[in-house]
């Protein structure tokens, strides 16, 4: 076991991934609960923001056109799937409505492939001023990066838990949540409050995309993929509970880095979140996976 | 009635062989035997060996197909399988020197136990549930692989030696050694798979599938073991792959972790849905779709990249519309065409009288 002061980095940055996890994940337990969609190209359109923003920085835009960039184009992606596919699967299984979203996530993919050619062997890197300032505990170096990605998700989880209790769009999404068509007879715009719930992930999207290509790397087929991680999160959630995503996320970044410094197990330390997940899943109380939405019975 | 991945097959099956069945049994007998003996003639040495690719490729699109289309399980995972059917072959292929049908066999049902061992606690699982715990193995097992890496004649339990400068291929079946022999080879052990999976389907398991794939409670109700059935398709599914894992690792020679990535098994449910999973044609049209299209491209110099999208594409057309796949819609479409331009011909000329 190496000394605590090995670890001791790695609280920092596995904090700061714990939160861009845990705003990933609020981003699509809101939309599953509002929508019925698990939306798996979530890293994929926050990959195609950041390299979209990469691209603008090369030609010299100022920094927050393009990280505005970034957060719009994930946006714009995400809100034109809803439109347009969000009503003519509205009526199928959760699992169909998922699998449509890999159609996305798999024609996104080749876009940025295509677009941005990784063979090139050119590394990019997105890099947002709050790298250079920062702060020390201790002897930990903190740059605010980090922080703000770890108060992202703080905020994140706490402004959607109060928006979700509290204002009429919040209380629309819950009652869709439980019934699609109750809500819309009850006059609920449903079709309306579906878009709000697509833009607000879509954002979200963005700003992880923002956040993970600066914390981890720019690179397509991470980004399109470490929302795998995410999804662990809000699997362990149990597809409902923003505050559980939001721990499980943290948990689930922190173990990540903390298990870095640990020889034998650095290699295996990508396992975390699957592991977490599986475990989750299968000591999960059988009523709670067998009756998961009442479209499916 | 529960909304499966894809709506409910139409067709019913009769037990009894028709006419037009047997019919339809005699062209596919007649293009296996095409393939077998014709094709390796008519084909460069590149194109020889993507279409073992795709023998390859096409058992695993089998697979996945009686998971997804008979059984309405949906499987993020399948590459993962794979990959352990191949790492299982390659590993007995280093340490043993026993005939090669025998490896591909004993791949099979390991594979096949490795399948149920993480089938048992998942089938408690459902529909969205069950994707996302395949995909959740999958992720582990590649990490594992990128650690322990493939075999490349090494010792101890992983046969892997990171130093060894002049790695020997993983050998193929001696009477196979040459790339037409091997492509017959493979050929030969998908079509036996392709039987194995017809078999199931025409008695007693495959009812038994298809009951769970309308209702669950309805098959229940109807006294079927719904576990055990769930389970079988499950086994016989990793069965396949492990076996495809197996006729995998003499193809390449050599096998590499990074070659496995999580993505593909994505990549890999995209085809399978385009190819359809309602007829056992659709898993050929998959491994077409996945492997030769690919090598086509690169043939032509295009970007694989189109093809990316172009499975992206096709899953979302899938979905929305055409839930039998390209195996069902192609032949469909050519009829409706052929009954246009039927009418088309038929038509009177514009101006004559009737």
């Known amino acids: 076991m190496p000394p605590w002061s090995d670890f001791e980095p790695f609280i920092v940055s596995g904090l700061a991934l714990g939160g861009v996890y845990a705003l990933s994940g609020v981003g699509l337990v809101v939309l599953y609960r509002a929508t019925g969609v698990l939306y798996l190209a979530f890293g994929a359109v926050g990959a195609m923001g950041a390299l979209t923003a990469w691209s603008l920085g090369q030609v010299g835009a100022p920094g927050w056109v393009t990280w505005l960039t970034c957060i719009a184009v994930a946006a714009a992606i995400t809100l034109g799937y809803g439109v347009l596919f969000g009503p003519a699967l509205s009526k199928r299984d959760p699992l169909v409505k998922a699998v449509a979203t890999i159609g996305l996530t798999l024609i996104l993919y080749g876009l940025m492939d295509l677009l941005w050619t990784t063979s090139g062997g050119q590394a990019r890197s997105l890099t947002l001023p709050t790298d250079n300032g920062g702060f020390s505990i201790g002897q930990i170096q903190v740059n605010w990066t980090q922080v703000i990605a770890l108060a992202a998700g703080v905020v994140l989880t706490v402004g959607t838990g109060a928006f979700l209790r509290y204002t009429k769009l919040g209380t629309a999404m819950r009652a869709m949540a439980n019934d699609r068509e109750i809500t819309a007879t009850l006059g609920v715009p449903v079709r309306k409050v579906e878009a709000a719930a697509w833009l607000g992930c879509g954002v979200l999207a963005g700003i992880a995309g923002l956040l993970l290509a600066d914390l981890v790397a720019l690179d397509a087929t991470t980004l399109t993929f470490l929302v795998i991680s995410s999804l662990a999160a809000v699997l362990i959630a149990r597809l409902r509970s923003i505050t559980v995503t939001f721990v499980a996320a943290i948990v689930v970044g922190l173990l990540h880095d903390l298990l870095t410094p640990i020889t034998s197990l650095t290699n295996y330390r990508d396992m975390t979140p699957f592991v977490l997940a599986a475990v989750a899943l299968l000591v999960m109380p059988r009523s709670q996976v067998m009756t998961q939405s009442r479209e499916e019975a | ?354």
Do not use: C
Not at chain 2, 77 to 99: C, D, E, N
């Open chain 2, 1 to 354: 009635m529960r909304d499966t991945l894809i709506r409910a097959d139409p067709r019913n099956a009769s037990r009894n062989a028709s006419r037009p069945q047997l019919i339809r049994m005699a062209i596919t007998a007649i293009l296996v035997l095409f393939v077998l003996f014709a094709l390796p003639q008519l084909l460069s040495l590149y194109y020889i060996d993507t279409m073992t690719q795709v023998a390859v490729y096409s058992m695993v699109t089998l697979a996945l197909g009686v998971l997804v289309g008979r059984v309405g399980l949906v499987s993020l995972g399948q590459v993962a399988v794979l990959a352990i059917g191949a790492w299982v072959a390659a590993r007995l292929l280093f340490a043993t020197t026993q005939p090669y049908p025998l490896v591909l066999l004993e791949a099979g049902l390991i594979t096949m136990a490795a399948g149920v061992l993480i089938g048992l606690p998942a089938l408690r699982l459902r529909g969205l549930y069950l994707a996302l715990i395949t995909l959740m193995f999958a992720g582990a097992i590649t990490v594992v692989l990128a650690t322990v890496n493939f075999p490349n004649g090494g010792h101890g339990f992983t046969g892997y030696n990171g130093s060894l400068v002049h790695i020997p291929p993983i050998r193929r079946p001696s009477i196979a050694s040459g790339d037409p022999a091997y492509f017959r080879y493979s050929v030969i052990v998908a079509t036996l798979m392709f039987l194995l999976v017809f078999a199931h389907i025409k008695t007693r398991p495959g009812r038994a599938w298809a009951a769970i794939r309308q209702s669950e409670p309805a098959a229940l109700a109807a006294g079927i073991n719904t576990w055990l059935y769930k389970l079988w398709a499950f086994a016989l599914a990793s069965f396949i792959t492990g076996v495809a894992g197996g006729v995998l690792a003499g193809a390449v020679h050599y096998l590499y972790s990074i070659g496995f990535p999580t993505q593909d098994s994505i990549t890999l449910l995209a085809v399978t849905l385009m190819g359809g999973v309602y007829s056992m044609w659709g898993a050929v049209v998959a491994a077409l779709l996945y492997q030769f299209l690919p090598a086509l491209l690169n043939n032509w110099g295009v970007s694989a990249d189109w093809l990316i999208i172009l499975f992206g594409l096709g899953v979302l057309q899938v979905l929305t519309t055409a839930p039998a796949g390209l195996a069902d819609q192609v032949p469909k479409d050519l009829a409706r065409l052929g009954r246009l331009l039927r009418r088309r011909l038929r038509k009177p000329a514009p101006g004559s009288t009737e």
